[in-house]
C-alpha cells in the first residue's frame, strides 16, 4: 500500500495532517496527491487516504465519487475537460465538442486508443467571457473554434504533460 | 470613478503587495485594527448597505450582526470562493489581478468578528486565483499583516486555502462547510445555521470574495460614501459585473451598482454580436429568471430587479440573440443544474431530470399542452420542498421561460419543432 506514494511524500502528508484542524479536512488533497502521481485514484488510493486519516474506506469513498476532478477510474495521460454550461453553450460548445469527438475517435468519458486523451464534459469553467472554453490538464484554453481545437491537439499531442 | 476592487488590475499582470500598498493597500486594516473597535466596524459595514455579492444579496451588516462575538473557544471566517455559477467570473478576475484585495478584507472580518482562523474555500479550477493567494498570504505573514500580534496590536489571526475538486453544490454554505470538513458537500439542513454552528460545529461567518474585498473600502471611506456609489437611492457600493454570451465585448468589469440594463449591455458589452437583436438574458447568473429588452432600464440592483421578479445573483449577465430558441438554452441550464444536484433530497434529485425530459421533448417538436402544464406543475412542486437553493435556483429560469417566452413553448407545441432550429 505505501508504494503509492513514496516515503517521503507519506510522511509530509502526516505532517500536514497533524497540523490540520480536524485531519479529516485533508481528505481531498490526500486524493489529488495520489492522483497527481497515478493519474487516478484507486482502491489502494482510497484505502492509503483512509489509513492515513483513520477513516473507513467508505467515508473516503464517499466523497472520492462526489467530486468531478477526482478520477475514480483510468483516465489518459491528458484529460480534456469541455465547458458544457450556458455561456460556452450560447458560443457554440457543441461543434466543439463534437469536433473533439471525432478528431480523437473517442465518446465522451472514453480515453484514446495510444492512452493520450481522455475527454469528460465539465460545468462553467469561470471562464465565461472566454467561451467555448476547455482545460486539458490544468491549462485553460479559450474562444475555442474547430480549426483552432486542431492545433491545440497537435500542440499538445507534442508535449508531455508539466 | 468607480474602481475600488479593480483599481490595481492590469491586464496580464498580478499586483502583490508592494503595488497593492503603492494605490493605499492595507490602510483599511491599520485604521481599523489601530483607531477603530470591533463594534465600530461592525456598526460601520451595517450601515454601509453593503450586501452579499455571493448571490442571495443579504445585508453583510446584519449577518454580521448575528454572529455570537462574545462566545468563547473557536471561531470561524470561511471565505466562499467556489465560484462556480455559469457566467461568472468575477472572483477570479479579482483574485488573478490584485489577492491582497481580499486577504486584507478577510483580516479586517476576522477582527470585527473576534474570529481567529479563515479558511478560503477555492474552486478546483482556479489555479492561477490559489497561487496568487499562496504568495499574498505568504507576503502579508512576513510583513506582519497576519499571524500573531498583527501590526503589533493583541489581535492574532491565521489565513489557510482549502482547495476543492469541484462540485457546483459545494458554493452552498452548508454544503461548503461539510467540503471543507472533508465530508461528502451534502448541504445541511438549516437551522442551526453556520453563525450558531457552522465549521466543526463552531460559529462561522461564510461571505463570498468580492464581498469581503469590499471592507476595507468602506472602513476608509466611510458608510455615507460607499452607498453613494451607487445609482440607485437604496443601493450601496459597486458591483464586478461579468459580460458573457451574445456580446461584442465580453469580459469583467467594476460599474456603480443600478446600472441600467440596457446601457451595460449597449455601452460596456458593446451591443449584441454579429448585428443581431437582443432577445433576453440571465441577468445574474444562471439561477436567475431571464429579462427582456422590455427591462432595459432596470437599474441592475437587488431591489429593483427583484420587482421586475428576478434577482441581481452573482451580476452574471448572459445575453442571448434573437436567433436563441429559449427552450434550448433552458434545457442547457436544467441539465446543469440536474447533474450538479448532490441528489440528497428527491424533488431536486428526480425532479430537475423530469424538467429536463419535458423540455427535451418539447423541443424535438413532441411536446403536448399537457407537457407545458406538467412543466408548470414542475416548478410549483419543486419550489420550496428542498433542503438548499440549488433547485430553487433551478428553477428561476424555468419560471422566466413561462413569463416571458410562453409563446414560444406554445409555438414549439404547435408547429411540431423547434421555431428557430434552421433548415
Redesign the interface.
Given at each position: 500500500m505505501t508504494t503509492l506514494l513514496p516515503q517521503e511524500e507519506i510522511a509530509d502528508l502526516q505532517q500536514r495532517i497533524a497540523a490540520a484542524?480536524?485531519?479529516?479536512?485533508?481528505?481531498?488533497?490526500i486524493?489529488?496527491a495520489i492522483q497527481a502521481r497515478h493519474r487516478w485514484v484507486s482502491d489502494e488510493g482510497i484505502e492509503l487516504t483512509a489509513d492515513l486519516?483513520g477513516l473507513s474506506p467508505l467515508q473516503v469513498e464517499?466523497?472520492a465519487t462526489?467530486?468531478?476532478?477526482?478520477y475514480r477510474r483510468p483516465v489518459g495521460e491528458k484529460v480534456i475537460h469541455v465547458c458544457?454550461?450556458?455561456?460556452c453553450?450560447?458560443?457554440g460548445s457543441e461543434a466543439v465538442y463534437r469536433h473533439l469527438q471525432q478528431r480523437l475517435a473517442i465518446a465522451p468519458g472514453e480515453t484514446t486508443a495510444d492512452g493520450l486523451f481522455t475527454l469528460l464534459p465539465?460545468?462553467?469553467?469561470?471562464?465565461?467571457?472566454?467561451?467555448p472554453a476547455m482545460?486539458i490538464g490544468?491549462r485553460?484554453y479559450g474562444n475555442l473554434t474547430p480549426e483552432k481545437v486542431d492545433e491545440i491537439l497537435a500542440r499538445e499531442r507534442g508535449e508531455k504533460q508539466p | 470613478m468607480s474602481n475600488l476592487l479593480f483599481k490595481n488590475r492590469h491586464p496580464g499582470t498580478t499586483t502583490f503587495l508592494d503595488g497593492y500598498r503603492n494605490t493605499g493597500g492595507y490602510q483599511g486594516l491599520e485604521k481599523a485594527l489601530r483607531e477603530m473597535t470591533p463594534a465600530e466596524i461592525r456598526d460601520l459595514v451595517k450601515a454601509s448597505g453593503l450586501r452579499g455579492r455571493g448571490g442571495a444579496g443579504f445585508s453583510t451588516g446584519l449577518k454580521w450582526s448575528f454572529f455570537p462575538v462574545d462566545m468563547p473557544g473557536d471561531k470561524y471566517l470561511v471565505c466562499n470562493g467556489d465560484?462556480?455559477?455559469?457566467?461568472?467570473?468575477k472572483?477570479?478576475t479579482l483574485l488573478e489581478a490584485d489577492p491582497h484585495q481580499l486577504v486584507e478584507g478577510i483580516v479586517i472580518a476576522a477582527y470585527a468578528l473576534h474570529i481567529s482562523?479563515g479558511f478560503i474555500f477555492l474552486?478546483?479550477?482556479?489555479?492561477q486565483a490559489r497561487a496568487n493567494l499562496e504568495r499574498a498570504i505568504t507576503e502579508a505573514r512576513e510583513a506582519g499583516l497576519i499571524g500573531r500580534n498583527i501590526l503589533g496590536t493583541d489581535f492574532s489571526f491565521e489565513l489557510l486555502i482549502?482547495?476543492?475538486?469541484?462540485?457546483?453544490i459545494c458554493g452552498e454554505e452548508t454544503g461548503l462547510l461539510n467540503?471543507?470538513?472533508?465530508?461528502?458537500?451534502n448541504p445541511r439542513s438549516k437551522p442551526p445555521f453556520p453563525a450558531v454552528k457552522g465549521l466543526?460545529a463552531k460559529p462561522t461567518l461564510l461571505n463570498n470574495v468580492e464581498t469581503l474585498a469590499n471592507v476595507q473600502h468602506i472602513v476608509i471611506g466611510g458608510a455615507e460614501w460607499f452607498s453613494g456609489l451607487a445609482r440607485t437611492e437604496e443601493g450601496a457600493g459597486t458591483k464586478l459585473f461579468?459580460?458573457?454570451?451574445?456580446l461584442n465585448r465580453?469580459?469583467?468589469i467594476e460599474l456603480p451598482l443600478g446600472i441600467p440594463l440596457g446601457e451595460l449591455v449597449e455601452e460596456h458589452g458593446g451591443g449584441v454580436w454579429q448585428d443581431r437583436r437582443f432577445k433576453a438574458c440571465?441577468p445574474g447568473g444562471?439561477s436567475t429568471p431571464y429579462l427582456t429588452a422590455e427591462h432595459f432600464d432596470t437599474p441592475m440592483d437587488y431591489a429593483p430587479l427583484e420587482a421586475v421578479k428576478t434577482r441581481l445573483g452573482t451580476g452574471?449577465l448572459?445575453v442571448?440573440d434573437d436567433r436563441?430558441c429559449m427552450v434550448a438554452?433552458t434545457l442547457?441550464?436544467q441539465?446543469?443544474f440536474a447533474?450538479?444536484s448532490?441528489g440528497w433530497c428527491t424533488p431536486c434529485r428526480d425532479g430537475l431530470p423530469m424538467v429536463c425530459w419535458v423540455l427535451e421533448k418539447i423541443e424535438r417538436g413532441e411536446g403536448t399542452a399537457e407537457d407545458l402544464e406538467m412543466l408548470r406543475g414542475l416548478v410549483k412542486n419543486i419550489n420550496g420542498r428542498t433542503f438548499c437553493a440549488l433547485a430553487l435556483g433551478a428553477m428561476g429560469p424555468v419560471d422566466g421561460l413561462l413569463r416571458h417566452f410562453e409563446q414560444e413553448l406554445v409555438d414549439h407545441i404547435k408547429l411540431g419543432r423547434c421555431p428557430l432550429k434552421q433548415g
Open positions: 484542524h480536524e485531519p479529516r479536512e485533508m481528505i481531498v488533497d486524493l489529488l486519516l464517499e466523497v462526489f467530486y468531478d476532478k477526482v458544457d454550461s450556458i455561456c453553450w450560447s458560443r465539465t460545468c462553467c469553467l469561470g471562464a465565461c467571457d472566454l467561451g482545460r490544468t485553460l | 465560484e462556480m455559477e455559469p457566467g461568472t467570473f472572483d477570479r482562523t474552486r478546483h479550477a482556479y489555479s482549502h482547495g476543492s475538486a469541484g462540485r457546483y467540503g471543507l470538513e472533508g465530508k461528502r458537500p466543526f461579468c459580460l458573457s454570451g451574445h465580453t469580459g469583467c440571465l444562471a452574471g448572459v442571448f436563441t438554452a442547457n441550464l441539465r446543469f447533474r450538479e448532490c
